[in-house]
């Protein structure tokens, strides 16, 4: 059953039905065609000039009063209540916006009432909709047949289309009912091409003969559109987006690193050798006005308002200013646009080369000189060089330029002329460009795209990359939202004007549009499958750019047909859409586009650390050694947000990672040199989650008077030199060794005590445990700690391709049989298990597939026949699956043991009564003998002294490490 009511289409289609058969009967008639429609009338701006020619200043600044008084007073008014609302405004709006989405107090929050109006009225939306542009259309057709005009009749096709395309596009919102939207979407299309191709000669007309609008009403249309794009792109950029991208991260830190701070990035050398033009355009803002990720945000902004200036100006040379305008005003308020343009990522400096460009292509063709050409060549070449997305800008301006000179009446010789300057520089750029293209193909993976299939593969992928436009977008870096890449208002305009640009190629400005459009949007998205929003966004201007031209014609249709009776209502109409569709883009953008939480965890770090960033302070970020967690990931974001706070020299010796159970025990003084520590304290990694926690509380019980301040993801704690002198506990670590005459060493850390208790358990079943990451890695394996968590002892070992097998010796006391338990963890289901090997008999664990993937499984195997004295357990793994697709197993534990119903996880030592030792005095270190029957023991020792001692996680008494004693007979 249909959500959207089919009977509210009815007076669309007694429309297109009505139009069809008048257009039959006109033919029939032949009903009259009107002339061509051209711009006669004078700009009432330069006959109010030229009246006002020749006059002193104060007698044109009355006449100027006297003419446009009313205009002055409405201007007035609004211009007041403007001000009153911004001076008054609830400080929900006017105070510091919200870190998160669609909270009290984002800018435009105000308009979720009307958004949540639409969401949970959408059908009922649509409906009224569909009801009110069908009989709107409808209309048209009975004043076109009253009329008896064809190029009313045009404009009722056009009208009756664009409800038609609307409907299409309710249809598509909810993903409810796409087979219908794509229905109506492709008869709304056939009309398109039946009405543009009628109206060839007009559109023409409307393209090319230039509009007449007066200096200065152009340079304050200008000027409001460069206004609107500022705002939307400068507003709250410190504050919104309050996260911090990844790959933004990355691409500033490594821009700063080598273009101020001169260290070594290998990863920024390579960035910055294959594609160097971002580290240009960033690196000067960040000398001039300091090194920040707000300084990069600004550099993004700063040139995407320039390009949006100069999308305006390119248009401008290829068609009428009212549809450049109209163009820019669109590509101002664009979400997606406004989103890109807000992150410091290499992707969002891509907008600013195919504009510049081709509006320097467009003057080079008027201008017919070889170094016009050049200079627009040096714009492609350093777009090239910017990132791979540009890339298709190469074929855009070879195919326009080759079209554009082959127009032009010149000799052979002139047009390879022009042609060579323009791609001269891109060629001297090929060192620099061929290799990151090999590298990149690699990256896109097009080998692993389903080619096998042959070209039916394009068709899935090219759907996907419609929906991304109509639908829904795939989760991107640039542009994260539930919806369309545009604004679901717009397209049924842009499809309107890619029918229009396609039924009418040879106008310049058509094929120069197409050419951009098509061959960023389809060819790399559809080839690669990556119908993402980055991927497309060198060509999102020639988007906005149809969506104008749609709108425009539509407007010079219906102002026709209207008259000038109507046309006030029209404008107003008009001007309500090009007021209200920004504000609602920039309720979408603030208030909808996702900020990932990942985002925001890198900024708290880097804020948290960079507020006590200080010569006299050392910043603590205890983690998980090599772990995959955010203190050891964000390095670049912590030292960027310190520049400016302590000097460069002193910036890698303000903070340090320091491991979990190392933390306490240094405390107070084992650190540094430094009188005050900040310790930043993890409370989302989910890793080690019960000593993060411990080690919170055991801070706060050493050292009570120290600050703790809260944040969201992090917290921090505050330990000044007068607080850290007089900690309420010490942390120390006890360490035993024994010999074999049963001789104990015994040491601790930091105090004295007079006595230590000895804690021991016997084996009570046969069995040798190994931790695997404690044996000497062969080739091709590794200890590891990150990657997985909840592992046991000191980490685990992983393989990679082509590893040796792990050797272990051990020796059997009898001939019997064995077991062999394995701890391990896969990540993908594959036909390439661990084997295990004894004797030559084989068997194999880590089998995992489905539910026990991604998780430790225990695995037993065996029996093994293993006869007395010496024998070996090999661990390896031969690898049948495709290379590409390898993924490291994780081996974690193994047991060997001869009784069949062993259980990995009891406790298989039968505790013996404690030993307490008594010293002569306060000791820190010792040694006591054993007097142990023959066995296999686990002991480990525990100590108190005078003042408070606790462990490495606030726990008493203090317990050392574990060891493993063997008394043989």
């Given at each position: 059953m249909l959500s959207l009511p089919f009977w509210s289409l009815i007076p669309t289609f007694v429309a297109l039905i009505g139009t069809i058969g008048l257009f039959v009967l006109a033919q029939r008639h032949k009903w009259a065609e009107p002339l061509l429609e051209t711009e006669s009338a004078p700009s009432v701006e330069k006959t109010a000039e030229s009246e006002s020619?020749?006059?002193?200043?104060?007698s044109r600044l009355a006449f100027f009063i006297a003419?446009?008084?009313?205009?002055?007073?409405?201007?007035?008014?609004?211009?007041?209540?403007?001000?009153?609302?911004?001076?008054?405004?609830?400080?929900?709006?006017?105070?510091?916006?919200?870190?998160?989405?669609?909270?009290?107090?984002?800018?435009?929050?105000?308009?979720?009432?009307?958004?949540?109006v639409l969401n949970i009225f959408y059908y009922e939306a649509a409906t009224i909709s569909n009801l009110l542009t069908g009989l709107l259309a409808l209309a048209l057709v009975i004043t076109a047949m009253v009329r008896r005009s064809r190029s009313d009749l045009r404009t009722a096709l056009l009208w009756t289309m664009l409800s038609l395309a609307a409907a299409a596009q309710w249809c598509l919102g909810r993903g409810t009912e796409v087979g219908l939207g794509v229905i109506f979407y492709l008869i709304a299309g056939i009309g398109f091409f039946v009405w543009a191709r009628m109206a060839n000669r007009q559109i023409a007309a409307n393209l090319n003969?230039?509009?007449?609008?007066?200096?200065?009403?152009?340079?304050?249309?200008?000027?409001?559109?460069?206004?609107?794009?500022?705002?939307?792109?400068?507003?709250?950029?410190?504050?919104?987006?309050?996260?911090?991208?990844?790959?933004?991260?990355?691409?500033?830190?490594?821009?700063?690193?080598?273009?101020?701070?001169?260290?070594?990035?290998?990863?920024?050398?390579?960035?910055?050798?294959?594609?160097?033009?971002?580290?240009?355009?960033?690196?000067?803002?960040?000398?001039?006005?300091?090194?920040?990720?707000?300084?990069?945000?600004?550099?993004?902004?700063?040139?995407?308002?320039?390009?949006?200036?100069?999308?305006?100006?390119?248009?401008?040379?290829?068609?009428?200013?009212?549809?450049?305008?109209?163009?820019?005003?669109?590509?101002?308020?664009?979400?997606?646009?406004?989103?890109?343009?807000?992150?410091?990522?290499v992707e969002s400096h891509v907008k600013l080369w195919p504009i510049l460009t081709l509006m320097l292509l467009a003057w080079a063709i008027q201008a017919r000189r070889?170094?016009?050409?050049?200079?627009?060549?040096?714009?492609?070449?350093?777009?090239?060089?910017?990132?791979?997305?540009?890339?298709?800008?190469?074929?855009?301006?070879?195919?326009i330029c080759i079209i554009e000179?082959?127009?032009?009446?010149?000799?052979?010789?002139?047009?390879?002329?022009?042609?060579?300057?323009?791609?001269?520089?891109?060629?001297?750029?090929l060192p620099i460009l061929v290799p990151y293209l090999v590298s990149r193909l690699s990256y896109y993976e097009f080998s692993g795209k389903g080619w096998e299939a042959g070209l039916s593969t394009l068709w899935p992928y090219f759907v996907n990359v419609i929906e991304s436009w109509y639908i829904f977008t795939s989760p991107d870096f640039l542009y994260n939202r539930a919806g369309p890449l545009v604004n679901g208002f717009l397209l049924p305009w842009i499809t309107l004007g890619f029918v229009t640009a396609l039924a009418t190629i040879r106008q310049r400005f058509s094929y120069w549009t197409l050419i951009w459009l098509v061959l960023f949007i389809f060819p790399v998205p559809i080839a690669a499958h990556t119908p993402l929003g980055r991927v497309y966004y060198a060509g999102l201007p020639a988007v906005y750019a149809l969506a104008a031209l749609g709108l425009f014609l539509f407007a010079r249709e219906s102002l026709r047909t209207l008259r000038q009776t109507l046309q006030p209502l029209f404008f107003t109409f008009a001007l309500t859409v090009l007021i209200w569709l920004p504000l609602f883009n920039f309720y979408i953008y603030f208030n909808e586009v996702d900020d990932g939480e990942d985002r925001q965890i890198r900024r708290e770090i880097a804020e948290?650390?960079?507020?006590?960033?200080?010569?006299?302070?050392?910043?603590?970020?205890?983690?998980?050694?090599?772990?995959?967690?955010?203190?050891?990931?964000?390095?670049?974001?912590?030292?960027?947000?310190?520049?400016?706070?302590?000097?460069?020299?002193?910036?890698?010796?303000?903070?340090?990672?320091?491991?979990?159970?190392?933390?306490?025990?240094?405390?107070?003084?084992?650190?540094?040199?430094?009188?005050?520590?900040?310790?930043?304290?993890?409370?989302?990694?989910?890793?080690?989650?019960?000593?993060?926690?411990?080690?919170?509380?055991?801070?706060?019980?050493?050292?009570?008077?120290g600050a703790l301040t809260e944040g969201y993801f992090f917290d921090r704690f505050s330990i000044p030199a007068s607080v850290l002198a007089k900690p309420a506990c010490l942390s120390a670590s006890l360490n035993i060794e024994i010999n074999p005459n049963q001789r104990v060493t015994w040491s601790l850390s930091q105090s004295t005590v007079t006595s230590l208790s000895l804690h021991c358990g016997v084996q009570s079943v046969d069995h040798i445990l190994l931790e695997a990451e404690t044996l000497p890695p062969p080739p091709g394996w590794q200890a590891e700690t990150a990657f997985a968590t909840d592992w046991n002892g000191g980490g685990f070992m992983l393989d990679n391709y082509s590893s040796v097998p792990i050797d272990f010796e051990f020796e059997a006391s009898t001939p019997e049989q064995i077991y062999v338990w394995t701890r391990t963890l896969k990540r993908v289901a594959d036909n390439s298990p661990l084997q295990l090997k004894i004797n030559e008999q084989v068997e194999t664990v880590s089998n995992a597939v489905d539910e026990d993937l991604n998780k430790w499984i225990w695995e037993r195997v065996g029996p093994f026949d293993v006869p007395a004295g010496q024998n070996k357990l090999t661990i390896g793994r031969t690898y049948v699956d495709d290379p590409l697709g390898f993924m490291a197993i994780f081996l974690d534990t193994f047991i060997i043991t001869p009784d069949e119903n062993f259980l990995p996880e009891q406790n298989q030592y039968l505790p013996l009564p404690v030993k307490n030792f008594r010293f002569d005095g306060e000791k820190n270190q010792g040694q006591f003998m054993l007097n142990l029957e023959p066995g296999i023991y686990q002991c480990y020792a525990s100590v108190d002294g005078k003042q408070k001692l606790v462990d490495n996680y606030g726990n008493d008494p203090i317990k050392s490490n574990v060891i493993l004693i063997e008394i043989k007979p």
């Open positions: 020619t020749g006059q002193d200043f104060k003419q446009y008084r009313w205009e002055i007073l409405l201007a007035g008014v609004t211009l007041s209540l403007a001000i009153f609302l911004f001076l008054f405004a609830p400080a929900q709006i006017t105070g510091r916006p919200q870190i998160n989405p669609l909270e009290p107090g984002r800018p435009f929050f105000f308009l979720h009432w009307q958004r949540n003969q230039p509009v007449k609008i007066g200096r200065n009403l152009e340079i304050m249309l200008v000027i409001a559109m460069v206004a609107l794009a500022s705002f939307g792109r400068l507003f709250e950029l410190q504050t919104i987006p309050y996260g911090i991208e990844g790959d933004e991260a990355k691409w500033t830190g490594e821009v700063v690193w080598l273009g101020v701070r001169g260290l070594v990035d290998f990863s920024g050398l390579y960035h910055r050798d294959a594609l160097p033009t971002s580290f240009f355009m960033q690196t000067p803002f960040h000398k001039l006005f300091g090194s920040s990720i707000f300084i990069a945000r600004f550099e993004v902004a700063f040139f995407s308002i320039l390009a949006t200036f100069l999308f305006y100006l390119l248009l401008r040379r290829i068609t009428n200013i009212p549809l450049a305008l109209l163009s820019a005003w669109l590509l101002s308020a664009s979400i997606f646009d406004i989103s890109a343009s807000r992150l410091a990522n070889w170094p016009a050409y050049a200079i627009s060549g040096i714009a492609l070449a350093l777009g090239l060089l910017t990132y791979d997305t540009v890339w298709p800008l190469l074929l855009v301006a070879t195919i000179i082959g127009r032009q009446d010149i000799d052979l010789a002139e047009k390879v002329r022009f042609a060579t300057a323009l791609l001269a520089p891109s060629i001297f750029a948290m650390t960079s507020s006590v960033a200080d010569p006299n302070t050392l910043i603590i970020l205890p983690s998980a050694p090599h772990g995959n967690e955010p203190l050891n990931n964000e390095y670049q974001m912590i030292e960027l947000f310190m520049m400016g706070k302590v000097s460069a020299e002193q910036i890698h010796d303000s903070y340090m990672n320091v491991a979990l159970d190392d933390l306490l025990p240094a405390l107070p003084h084992g650190l540094t040199d430094r009188p005050n520590l900040e310790i930043i304290l993890d409370k989302i990694t989910t890793s080690d989650r019960e000593k993060r926690d411990a080690l919170a509380k055991a801070l706060q019980r050493c050292y009570p008077d």
